[in-house]
C-alpha cells in the first residue's frame, strides 16, 4: 500500500470527520439534555442523508475524472487540485474564526426548530451541518486520489480509517471525555493540511505546465531522482527509499524533478498561509453600553 496516499487520506478523513462529529455530538448532547431524546431519529436521518450526497458527489466527481482524455484529463484533474486547495484553505480559516461561537450557534438553532415544531427541521439542521464537511471531504479526497503518482485505494483506505477514528471520538465528544484538546488537535491537523493542500497546489500546477498552461519558470530546478524519486524510474533506488519519496510526494506534493515555478508556488503558499493561520485569533470586543442614569458633562 502506498503509504503517504493512505496518511494524507488519514489526515483529510480525521480532520473532517471530527469537524463532523463534533457538531451532531453537540447537537444530540443537548437534546438529551433538554429532554428531547426522542428527536435523536431525526438527526441520524439528517446526518446519513449528508453522507450518502457525499459519496454519490465524490463517486461521480472521480469517475468523470478518470473517463477523460488528454489533455482534458489533464485539465480537469489540476482545476480539481486547485479547487480543493481553495476550499481547504477556507475551511481551515473558517473553523479558525467560528470555532469560539460554534456550540452557542448550534443551540440557538435547535431552539429554533424545536419552537418550529417541525422534524424536516431537525433533520435539515444535521443535514446542513454534516454536508459541509462531507463535500469539502469529498473534493479534497479526490484532489489527492487523483493526483499523479497517487493510490486511489489507499487514499480511501486512509480516508475510511480516519472517519472510523473520528466517529469514536464523536462518542467521546457525546459522552463528555475529554479524549483530545480540541484547539490542539485542530491546530496540528490544520497545519497538516495547510502542507497538503500545498502539495496540491503544486501538483496542479505542474499539469498546467505540462498542457501549455503556464510557460513561465518551467525549467527544472534540480533532479533528485538518483537520491530520492518519487516515482519508479530505470537505475534510481528503490525499496524504502522510493517508499520515502512516494509518501513526501503524497504528503507535500515532493517532486524529484520539480519545475521552478512549482517550487515557487508551494512555498509561497505554505510561507504566507501559515503565518496567516498560526496569528493569534482576535476575538470581537462587546460594545459598552453609557450608563443611563449618568448624563454627560455640559
Not at 66 to 81: D, K, R, S, V
Not at 86 to 108: C, E, G, I, P, Y
Not at 112 to 137: D, H, N, P, Q, W
Not at 196 to 219: D, M, N, Q, R, Y
Amino acid at each position: 500500500m502506498d503509504v503517504g496516499s493512505f496518511t494524507s487520506g488519514l489526515l483529510t478523513g480525521l480532520r473532517e470527520g471530527v469537524e463532523a462529529a463534533l457538531i451532531v455530538s453537540i447537537i444530540l448532547a443537548y437534546l438529551a439534555r433538554t429532554g428531547n431524546r426522542r428527536h435523536f431519529t431525526k438527526i441520524w436521518a439528517g446526518t446519513a442523508a449528508a453522507v450518502v450526497v457525499s459519496l454519490v458527489a465524490g463517486v461521480s466527481l472521480f469517475l468523470t475524472i478518470g473517463g477523460l482524455q488528454a489533455p482534458y484529463e489533464q485539465i480537469f484533474e489540476g482545476l480539481t487540485m486547485l479547487v480543493a486547495a481553495a476550499v481547504v484553505t477556507w475551511m481551515l480559516f473558517w473553523m479558525r474564526r467560528q470555532s469560539a461561537s460554534v456550540k452557542s450557534d448550534l443551540h440557538a438553532a435547535v431552539d429554533r426548530a424545536l419552537g418550529e415544531g417541525s422534524a424536516i427541521g431537525l433533520a435539515l439542521l444535521a443535514f446542513t451541518a454534516v454536508i459541509r464537511e462531507g463535500l469539502e471531504s469529498a473534493l479534497f479526497l479526490v484532489g489527492q486520489a487523483t493526483s499523479p503518482a497517487a493510490s486511489a485505494p489507499a487514499v480511501l483506505v486512509g480516508a475510511v480509517v480516519g472517519l472510523g477514528i473520528a466517529a469514536l471520538l464523536g462518542v467521546g465528544f457525546y459522552r463528555g471525555a475529554r479524549l483530545v484538546n480540541l484547539r490542539t488537535f485542530f491546530r496540528w491537523t490544520g497545519i497538516a493540511l495547510i502542507f497538503i493542500a500545498a502539495g496540491l497546489l503544486a501538483k496542479a500546477v505542474h499539469e498546467f505546465v505540462e498542457i501549455g498552461w503556464i510557460t513561465i519558470g518551467t525549467s527544472t530546478l534540480f533532479d533528485a531522482s538518483a537520491t530520492l524519486p518519487h516515482e519508479a524510474i530505470d537505475g534510481a533506488p528503490g525499496g524504502l527509499v522510493l517508499l520515502a519519496g512516494q509518501f513526501l510526494r503524497a504528503i507535500f506534493g515532493y517532486s524529484s524533478q520539480p519545475e521552478v515555478i512549482t517550487v515557487v508556488v508551494w512555498a509561497t503558499y505554505v510561507l504566507v498561509t501559515l503565518f496567516l493561520f498560526l496569528r493569534p485569533v482576535r476575538l470581537p470586543v462587546a460594545a459598552t453600553k453609557p450608563n443611563p442614569g449618568t448624563s454627560s458633562a455640559s
